[in-house]
């Protein structure tokens, strides 16, 4: 397993739960709250890869960077 897999299947959690959490907190549950709010949630999973990685990269824990 390459060392970086356990941090994506964070970040797809962390994705899935922020989705589900949004939606659950905003109360309307209809087709564009839950397209905005599923966008939003990837990029939210996104940024969370990148600044996860970043801080074990400033530890010197992480997986090396991608040349």
């Known amino acids: 397993m390459k060392p970086a897999v356990p941090l ?3 970040s797809i959690a962390f994705a899935a739960l922020w989705t589900g959490g949004m ?7 209809d087709r564009a ?3 905005i709010l599923s966008i939003c949630g990837a ?8 600044a996860m990685r970043w801080m074990c990269q400033l530890i010197r824990s992480g997986p090396p960077r991608d040349p």
């Open 8 to 10: 994506i299947l964070c």
């Open 43 to 50: 990029f939210a999973g996104v940024a969370w890869y990148y």
């Open 23 to 29: 939606l659950w907190s905003s109360g309307a549950i």
């Open 33 to 35: 709250n839950v397209i």
